[in-house]
């Protein structure tokens, strides 16, 4: 259809007008609707994509062209290409022509946002979000509280037997006939076969997320570790604060060589279609995930030694300035309620020998426009 149709798009002092140009004279005439829409495309198995329309209009083709005046709507949304999910701006164009069909054309309009390009973060995101967490077990055993220690130890001398023995029934039912297994059957619930050993190893990796979930908490506790704005503080360009009225908390411990992070970074929200067993019968539903993408380090500081029970912010010095937020990541933008981007601040505490620390300080007041603004 776009050989018989041709869309172009340009600026005037109104802002941006589409022109639509009939190539071929057999649609000169026909009705159709433009609409100018804001897509989240969701770059996974099974994806659920989801749009807004931003305006919509009514035209009638004709052989010297249309010319339809999108006016400002662009001025506050943008495209972007994100790590699971992407945020197109399109121009939708569907022609009544068809007895059971109409034609439809698009036009990508994602070089019209006002949105600034954006700085290239410093880091990978997975470093700034997700920053690998190294310790050493033994060291940190022997620094949380005695009750958190023996919590541990007792989550791995009944867990480890636990998955042990799961995983041993679940490789000896695989072998037998299906009327001398012990607990699992060579079956699912349609009656279709499915591996015992499978099932074990399904319900073992199950278990063991969640125990070491457990133990990773009961290993947190060598100190305490708390982040929050203050309430005067609202983000925008130019805002700053010291890093000490963000971050609070000691440890029981002396700490040496410990870091202390403040990161911006935005998260990806969307759906997808998954299958499940619903007694006898297979069901699709629709799930919700999210996916933490581009990010940046606002703050930064290396603690050579605290003392036990000394309080961290008495040691951090500097302020946070917030203007690289907006130089490099998004504004937050919702599409449906369940698809789009959120911003997310996160304070840090990394040591080499002990269990990370984050905080994510719940949903900052940001001045979304001066996302838009030019960079100083």
């Known amino acids: 259809m ?13 802002g941006i007008v589409a022109i639509v140009l009939p190539i071929d004279p057999e649609v000169v005439g026909r009705q159709a609707e433009l609409r100018l829409v804001q897509r989240a495309r969701v770059k996974r198995s099974d994806p659920v994509h989801k749009e807004r329309r931003l305006s919509t209009h009514q035209l009638v083709l004709a052989t010297g062209g249309s ?15 994100g790590e699971a999910l992407d ?13 059971f069909f109409d034609t439809e054309i698009e036009h990508d309009l994602s070089s019209y946002g006002r949105l600034p390009a954006r700085a290239m973060p410093p880091l990978p995101h997975k470093e700034v979000h997700s920053p690998k967490d190294r310790f050493n077990f033994i060291a940190n055993l022997r620094a949380i509280p005695a009750k958190a220690r023996l919590v541990v130890l007792c989550l791995l001398l009944v867990g480890g037997p636990v998955l042990a023995v799961n995983a ?3 490789a000896r039912d695989q072998f037998v006939p299906e009327s001398r297994t012990w607990f699992y059957d060579h079956s699912d619930s349609d009656g279709e076969s499915e591996s015992p ?17 457990a133990i990773r908490h009961q290993l947190k506790k060598y100190m305490s570790f708390a982040a929050r704005l203050p309430p005067h503080l609202s983000l925008a360009r130019g805002s700053r604060c010291s890093a000490a009225e963000i971050v609070s908390g ?16 935005n998260r990806e929200h969307g759906q997808y279609k998954d299958q499940e067993k619903d007694g006898k019968k297979t069901r699709t539903v629709i799930k919700d995930f999210t996916s933490d993408a581009r990010g940046i380090v606002l703050y930064e500081q290396q603690l050579l030694y605290l003392q036990a029970n000394e309080p961290i912010e008495r040691n951090l010095a500097g302020e946070v300035v917030f203007d690289a937020m907006f130089d490099s990541l998004y504004p937050s933008v919702r599409i449906g309620g369940s ?8 304070a840090q505490f990394l040591h080499p020998d002990y269990v990370d620390h984050d905080v994510q300080m719940e949903n900052p007041a940001v001045a979304e426009k001066d996302f838009f603004a030019p960079r100083a």
């Open 87 to 99: 945020l197109e701006l399109k121009i939708e164009l569907e022609v009544d022509d068809g007895f």
């Open 197 to 213: 050993l499978f099932k074990a190893l399904a319900g073992s990796g199950v278990l063991g997320a969640m125990l070491w979930a």
């Open 339 to 346: 698809h789009g981007l959120s911003l997310c601040l996160e």
């Open 250 to 265: 000691a440890a029981r411990v002396p700490i040496e060589r410990a870091v202390v992070r403040i990161v911006a970074y």
């Open 67 to 81: 010319r339809i005046s999108l006016g400002r709507t662009l001025e506050e949304v943008f495209a972007y290409r």
């Open 168 to 170: 041993i029934v679940g």
């Open 2 to 14: 776009s050989e018989r149709i041709r869309i172009r798009t340009e600026r005037d002092h109104d």
